[in-house]
């Protein structure tokens, strides 16, 4: 396949008119970056954020005019009102961003919700602070509901800082049949998705919120999730613009806090926890990870960060306990080899500990099963 040079995207969308004053996009300086990889290529065009709503065919028009160039598998267009916008998410889509194929309302920036067919339930892993082996939990809680028999998909929704990359040595590039969707990469029966997989492990993501907010809506909304009874989303840490965007757009059917014991974790798993609370999406309890810890050579128990912090604040709280998870070092190195624990020890006491929490959470999840949760309106005091 014959590299697809940024030359040659700006060349193509010199042909891009824009009616309202007869300049093709480039002349206008609306093209504010360009991003080409393996055939994927990303825009971002620079607009007076009054002409936004207006300007959606010819976000459209740049999309179709890049994906009609030979060798490119995919092209999505993003809008932008930041003047010095970093580059453009690399995102292998060319779905406009709304609605069409069954996928519901529309999709203006900042607009509809977003629907993803054929997923039964959306959980959010989440923490208020970085370091809790937040990730850790995810994909081994989405590891222990496929092994308990639930069809699971696994989104990497941290733009920031993706893990699952390593976590499930995962190396090759998703694919697109259709320059449409993205195939989800399949690891221990998980279907899974994240910026990672696209952007190399050294770039830097120094993009803004709007820039976030797309790259989430467009791995949740044009990739090939297929039937799943559960998609775990693992959340960045805090309560920033990918934690706001899920809970205002999508149809949480609950999250689920992680914390170490310790004061300082408790306090920022609070602050997550109450904002989940807040927009109206269930928590479905909290998780107490590296809640003690075992030596690996004598079995002795060590309660370096305190124990049973997390559960006591769920008690105060009125949140169920999940369980706790001790910090030892066979699911640190299983993490790090790519074979996290649940799949590469199924039968460990660790391993069981989380089947154990997923089962807790689906119960939870076909208890509470009703129809899709409409969107709330966030109201900042």
């Given at each position: 396949m014959a590299e697809i040079t940024e030359s040659a995207v700006r060349t193509v969308l010199e042909t891009v008119i824009d009616p309202a004053t007869a300049r093709s996009v480039v002349a206008s300086g609306m093209v504010s970056g360009i991003a080409t990889r393996g055939g994927h290529v990303a825009v971002t065009l620079d607009v007076d954020p009054a002409r936004g709503p207006a300007l959606e065919p010819l976000r459209l028009a740049c999309e179709q005019a890049v994906r009609a160039m030979p060798g490119v598998l995919s092209a999505t267009a993003v809008m932008t009102?930041?003047?010095?916008?970093?580059?453009?998410?690399?995102?292998?889509?060319?779905?406009?961003?709304?609605?069409?194929?069954?996928?519901?309302?529309?999709?203006?920036?900042?607009?509809?919700?977003?629907?993803?067919?054929?997923?039964?339930?959306?959980?959010?892993?989440?923490?208020?602070?970085?370091?809790?082996?937040?990730?850790?939990?995810?994909?081994?809680?989405?590891?222990?509901?496929?092994?308990?028999?639930?069809?699971?998909?696994?989104?990497?929704?941290?733009?920031?800082?993706?893990?699952?990359?390593?976590?499930?040595?995962?190396?090759?590039?998703?694919?697109?049949?259709?320059?449409?969707?993205?195939?989800?990469?399949?690891?221990?029966?998980?279907?899974?998705?994240?910026?990672g997989y696209i952007v190399n492990e050294e770039t830097p993501m120094i993009w803004r919120g709007p820039m976030v907010s797309s790259a989430l809506e467009q791995m949740l909304r044009d990739v090939q999730w297929g039937e799943l009874d559960v998609l775990v989303v693992d959340m960045p840490p805090g309560t920033g613009d990918a934690q706001l965007t899920l809970a205002q757009r999508v149809a949480l059917a609950g999250?689920?806090?992680?914390?170490?014991?310790?004061?300082?974790?408790?306090?920022?798993?609070?602050?997550?926890?109450?904002?989940?609370?807040?927009?109206?999406?269930?928590?479905?309890?909290?998780?107490?990870?590296?809640?003690?810890?075992?030596?690996?050579?004598?079995?002795?128990?060590?309660?370096?960060?305190?124990?049973?912090?997390?559960?006591?604040e769920a008690d105060k709280l009125g949140v169920p306990f999940l369980g706790e998870i001790p910090l030892h070092l066979d699911?640190?190195?299983?993490?790090?080899?790519?074979h996290p624990?649940?799949?590469?020890?199924?039968?460990?006491?660790?391993?069981?500990?989380?089947?154990?929490?997923?089962?807790?959470?689906?119960?939870?999840?076909s208890a509470n099963q009703r129809g899709p949760r409409s969107a709330p309106r966030i109201v900042m005091q």
């Open positions: 009102a930041e003047r010095a916008a970093p580059p453009p998410p690399p995102m292998p889509s060319a779905r406009p961003a709304r609605g069409g194929h069954g996928h519901g309302p529309g999709h203006a920036p900042g607009g509809g919700r977003i629907d993803v067919p054929g997923v039964k339930h959306i959980i959010a892993i989440a923490s208020g602070k970085g370091g809790v082996g937040k990730s850790t939990t995810a994909v081994n809680l989405a590891l222990g509901l496929a092994a308990n028999g639930v069809a699971t998909g696994l989104l990497d929704a941290d733009i920031y800082g993706p893990s699952m990359p390593r976590m499930l040595a995962v190396k090759e590039k998703p694919e697109s049949a259709d320059g449409k969707q993205l195939k989800p990469i399949e690891r221990y029966g998980l279907r899974t998705m994240s910026i999250a689920v806090i992680v914390s170490t014991p310790q004061d300082i974790a408790l306090v920022d798993a609070r602050k997550g926890l109450n904002m989940f609370r807040k927009v109206a999406v269930p928590v479905l309890g909290i998780v107490e990870n590296m809640s003690y810890f075992l030596c690996p050579k004598c079995g002795e128990r060590s309660e370096i960060f305190g124990h049973g912090g997390a559960h006591e699911i640190r190195t299983t993490s790090d080899s790519g624990i649940v799949a590469a020890q199924p039968d460990s006491p660790h391993a069981q500990a989380y089947r154990n929490i997923a089962g807790r959470v689906w119960k939870q999840l």
